[in-house]
């Protein structure tokens, strides 16, 4: 039996707290409050502590799935919820004025971590704003030396969901056994396969 | 202005006792709404930590069946964090000596978070 922790963060209204709900087995534990900043005009809930829930991997293993709040006053809750990942998730809000400066902002945040554990990135609300493009968030990560996973997605749905949380681990050095993670099933568009790695050429 | 007559309620709540060094209103998305903190303290920082406590606080005490949270405590060894919900849009938090005597500042912060709690909802 094995228990894994994955955490999934990224700026405010990426789909975080979307993305546990979507991906967790139980009933997530959230801590929204009611914005009374600018996040207001966007939602009507904004993560202050962090979200919590599990997916069952089958034969007892599990993975506990994590949150983060968005917003950089909380930074020190990515700190502390990073201890002990072994991968992280960015969610990325495409809808948002620089998103590109955001990806940036949250690979600093997580520099230490993300030299030891893997990482994926999703880009949601491609549907509402196509701009910038996946190839830009490329180039972006490859200009960064980051070959990673990237892929765009929607934090509603749990194809998308599934996907990037496989791709992370399929990034996972041999000693964790991927053998564990077969409970998630994958049914993978080959258009969302969009490794940095391909693209670099 | 409101932040005025909050800090009118945190100044006779620092005064009130001179085991309590420093308070602040914080909102529940964890920002500042008034303090009187020493100037060495990161306002922002305490405002966002002040909601996350008072947020997990809550979902423990449900989580728990313990109820409705009055409030999180905070023990280290050179003294006390209280954040004490103040009606139902601020956390209170209050720093505290470690020699404090923690049922006299109760009392005081009880008085100060109702009195938040009126002015904050209109009353
Ligand atoms: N149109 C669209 N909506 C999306 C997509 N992904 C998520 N959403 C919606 O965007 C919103 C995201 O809100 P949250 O899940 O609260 O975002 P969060 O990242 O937890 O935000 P904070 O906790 O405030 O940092 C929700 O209303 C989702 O339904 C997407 O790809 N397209
Ligand atoms: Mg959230």
Redesign the pocket.
Known sequence: MASYKILISGPVGSG??TAVSTLSDIPVVKTDAKPTDGVAALKDS??VAM?YGTIDLGDGNKVHLY?T??QERFKFMWEILVQGSIGLILLINNNHPHPLRELELFLEAFARSIEQIPFSVGITHMDECPRPTIQQYSQLLAAKKHVVPLFSVDARSKEDMNLLVLAMLSMIAPEIALENFKGLTLNAHPHHLRYTKRQRH | MKEDAMKTILSDLNGSSGDIEASAVVSLDGLMMASLLPADVEEDRVAAMSAALLSLGERTAKELARGTLNQVLIQGSEGYTIMTEAGSEAVLTVLAKKDAKLGLIFLDISRAAKALSNLLSGA
């Open positions: 975080k707290t904004t993560t979200d949150g709040p968005g």
